[in-house]
């Protein structure tokens, strides 16, 4: 079970709630399901690709999406990626 508190993402183990891990500076992140990763857009407008691990975090990606200030979750649409950014909506194309 993963969650944000405080711009801390971490992750729990859902039978008896023990932390497993936990990252900082996810502040304002909730974390989308995308094929066999996890994406989360982070406060500087990278979008994070990571993988759902019990273990540890383990990133696989981190892209610069936009220019100035993200304030919407990405939307995941197939192979579609679609970010929000203070003018514009861009979308991402996964191959």
Not at 40 to 46: G, M, T
Request: charged content about 25%.
């Amino acid at each position: 079970m993963l969650c944000t508190l405080r711009g801390t993402l971490s992750c729990h183990d859902a039978k008896d709630g023990k932390l497993l891990w936990r990252k900082e500076d996810f502040k304002g992140v909730f974390p989308r399901f995308f094929t066999s990763a996890l994406l989360a857009l982070s406060p500087a407008s990278e979008l994070i690709v990571f993988q759902p691990d019990e273990n540890a975090y383990t990133e696989v990606a981190r892209i610069k999406v936009a220019s100035s200030p993200t304030y919407a979750y990405p939307v995941v649409s197939g192979k579609r990626i679609f970010v929000k950014n203070k003018d514009d909506v861009t979308l991402f194309m996964v191959e």
